[in-house]
């Protein structure tokens, strides 16, 4: 079973929450816990778990000869990113920043004079802790467009079909890297906190759910540090439920600090919301 755990707001807890599921998930279940956070992935850090390279992944870029270049300027008018800037009788100039890899402009150049070429775009780590396996998706800085690898992490765990149960900690937001991940699982928690922001995001990412028409339920988490009525209220309105709730505590804070795992009294109904779900 394929849980996504994702939310609307940044700094709700949602890798806490994630690590936490999966770890003492992971006490009676084959777990694999898989990071899609691709900007910033976090959780073997939150889980002190050692990475190592599992694949590299590439992307295509245009590659210029110049020697066939007619410098007629179809390809800048073809390219939907405004990656190619052509200027009359010039070459053109591939701005690889903006480059999404799609290759129309290979297609379309009628003297074949653009050839692929590659790039280094993200890494898919492995890890293993002793009570679960670690899939960390990450992009290489100063790539943009997270999707593509996101899919290459979830196509490396549709390989794998012995874990009872996988955990994909998504990026915060709404965004099309968060919408690639959330397509492909069983059900989704969406982590919110009691916050007027909190709810606000939990409005927004709720919508999204309800739009891909997937099962979901909401985690409160930092119970106590606000006013949960406007956040209770939206949930309702979504007709979804609240499956648990996490308090904020300080321990929980120290061991989020310290690498190590959340203790279980602080995670045992959502553990057991999830078990029920097998
Ligand atoms: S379409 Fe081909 S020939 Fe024309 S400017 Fe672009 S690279 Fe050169
Ligand atoms: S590969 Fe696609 S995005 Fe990149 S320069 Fe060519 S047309 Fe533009």
Partial sequence: MRICITGGKGGTGKSLIATSLAYHLGKNHKVLLVDL?????????????????????????????????????????????????????????????????????????????????????????????????????????????????????????????KYDFVIMDTAAGMHCTVISALRECDYILAVTEPTPLGAHDLNLILDLIDELNIPSGVILNKRGIGNEKEVREITKRHGKKIVADVPYSKEVMEAYSKGIPVPIRFVEKLVSFVEEMK
């Fill in 37 to 161: 956070d691709v900007d910033c992935p976090n959780d073997h850090l939150i889980l002190s778990t050692k990475r190592e390279v599992l694949k590299e992944v590439k992307q295509t870029i245009p590659v210029l000869n110049e020697n066939r270049c007619k410098k007629c300027g179809i390809c800048s008018n073809i390219c939907r990113e405004n990656a190619i800037v052509f200027i009359r009788k010039r070459f053109p100039i591939f701005l690889l920043d903006q480059c999404n890899g799609c290759k129309a402009c290979m297609v379309a150049c009628p003297a074949n004079a653009i050839e692929e070429g590659e790039r280094a775009y993200g890494v898919i780590y492995k890890g293993k802790n002793e009570r679960i396996d670690m899939l960390v998706a990450e992009l290489v800085p100063g790539q943009k467009e997270g999707s593509p690898l996101v899919h290459e992490a979830i196509k490396l765990v549709g390989e794998n079909k």
